[in-house]
Structures are given as C-alpha cells and as structure tokens.
C-alpha cells in the first residue's frame, strides 16, 4: 500500500524588502514544514515581479473571458496545497495592495476546504490596532471573508506587533519560536485524515 503524499503548503510573502522580517517569518514557516516532512512552496510576490492588476476580462461572465498564464500556474500550484499561508505587514490599515490582487486574481476556485494561515506585522501595538478599529477590520474584511467566500477550512491568524528596524535579538528569535510553533500546528493538522 503506498503511503499518502506528504502535505503541501504555499506559502505566499508579500513585502518589497528581501531581508525584511516577513521575509524571514515566510523562511522560519518553509524550514520548519520541512523539518516535520511535508512541502512546502515559498511564491515571492514582489520577487516575481507579480502583476496584481485584474482586467475585465479577467472577471468571471465577461463575454471574453481569459485567465492569463501567470494566474494558471499559481492555481495549479495552490490547488496541490493542504495549507495556504499568507504572510505580509499591515500597511495603512490593511494588507499590501499586491497581496490584495494575488487574492482577487488567483483565488476562486479550488480552495473549498484548505487551510489558511495567515502571519501579519506592524510596527504598533495592538492596542493600538484595536483603538484604531485596524484589527478588527483585518479579521473580518480579510481572514473571515477569503474562509467565508472561498469554503475554506479553518483559518488561523498570527500577529508580529511592535515590528520594527533593530528590535532586539531575543524578541525577534521569540516571533520565530511563534511561526515554528504555528507551523508544526499546520503540519500536525493537514497531516490529520
């Protein structure tokens, strides 16, 4: 009898910087779906120069409906996917407008029942967050809408607050114990039949 796959993940980074801190929660999360023996997929979208631009005809019932090539391979890719982990920062209350387009163009078909993680940072407090009403908006315009409206499975969300240039090193190494402890999770649950 052959043994089941192992898991997949795609993991989908958002942020221009290379050497930014969401770029390093992305790597944590990728190294450590690994180290539990599953897959994972690390997709830049700054790095691929992703186009998050959707067109008319792009928009499903358009009389000349296509979907471009880009936006093929990224479904093939999530399609193969047990876990979709969304990693980026909050910019003015919401996450990057990049992100906001791989959303709108790659997402709508084939997601019934996947996971999704979603890890986010910000250089304020989350009091601050909450005061600002920018917290609960994010929840709910963005976690609880993609499970809602795309038959997601369960979604997790995981909040970097007080993210800024030269933190400490025992507080930086703390976040990434999180996103290794948020990842086995992922791993223990998408392996779960």
């Not at 989908?12 to 180290?35: G, K, M, W």
């Not at 067109?55 to 479904?75: T, W, Y």
């Not at 990693?87 to 996450?95: D, E, F, M, T």
Request: contains cysteine; charged residues 20%; glycine residues 6%.
């Amino acid at each position: 009898m052959n043994s089941p796959a192992p898991s997949s993940h795609v993991v989908i980074l958002c942020h221009p910087a290379p050497d930014s801190f969401n770029a390093a929660v992305a790597t944590r999360y990728c190294e450590t779906v690994r180290q539990c023996g599953q897959q994972a997929v690390l997709r830049d979208l700054y790095a691929m120069h992703f186009d998050p631009v959707l067109r008319a005809e792009e928009q499903p019932g358009s009389a000349d409906f296509v979907v471009h090539p880009d936006v093929l391979a990224e479904r093939a890719l999530i399609a193969d996917a047990k876990v979709v982990v969304l990693v980026y920062p909050i910019w003015l209350g919401s996450p990057p407008a990049m992100l906001k387009g791989y959303v709108e163009r790659v997402f709508c078909t084939g997601l019934a029942g996947k996971d999704l993680l979603s890890f986010s940072s910000s250089g304020n407090s989350q009091v601050w967050l909450e005061e600002q009403g920018e917290w609960q908006s994010l929840l709910h315009l963005f976690d609880r809408y993609i499970r809602h409206a795309f038959a997601m499975g369960s979604t997790e969300h995981v909040h970097f607050r007080s993210v800024v240039k030269g933190m400490n090193e025992r507080f930086f190494s703390q976040n990434m114990e999180d996103v290794r402890q948020a990842a086995t999770r992922a791993c223990r649950e998408s392996a779960a039949p």
